[in-house]
């Protein structure tokens, strides 16, 4: 709280408002308040330079930039050592651990091109 004023403090001071100002006259000096903090803050912004962009929204827009790049697509290489699986089960594990493997790679690289 601001100048060490407690909630007793400012309820008391609420109320010594409202018996001066009286109830009917509240509403236009919440309004006037409002008003007035509000142009305060658009004035106490308006000559400063635009904020720096953190790391996080660096590093988004790099990746953005780096996908929306034209990739050249070529077929994956076939090796000729590799036995067709018929098991579907055994084919989702083997083709979801590959791309486990290549998502921490990816987030592998990712993280060392952070500053």
């Known amino acids: 709280m ?19 100002m009286g109830p009917g006259k509240l509403p236009k000096l919440g309004k006037a308040l409002g008003e007035t903090v509000r142009q305060y803050r658009k004035e106490s912004v308006k000559d400063l330079p635009p904020p720096e962009k953190s790391r996080w929204e660096k590093a988004s827009e790099r990746r953005w930039e780096a996908e929306a790049q034209p990739r050249s697509v070529l077929p994956p290489p076939q090796s000729q050592n590799v036995e067709p ?3 579907p089960a055994k084919r989702a594990t083997i ?9 921490l790679v990816k987030l592998w690289k990712w993280r060392r091109r952070l500053p």
């Not at 601001?2 to 001066?20: A, D, K, R, W, Y």
């Not at 083709?95 to 998502?103: D, K, N, T």
């Open 85 to 87: 699986v018929d098991d």
């Open 2 to 20: 601001p100048f060490n004023l407690g909630i007793p403090e400012l309820i008391l001071i609420l109320i010594v408002i409202l018996v001066i």
């Open 95 to 103: 083709f979801g651990g590959w791309r486990l493997i290549r998502f």
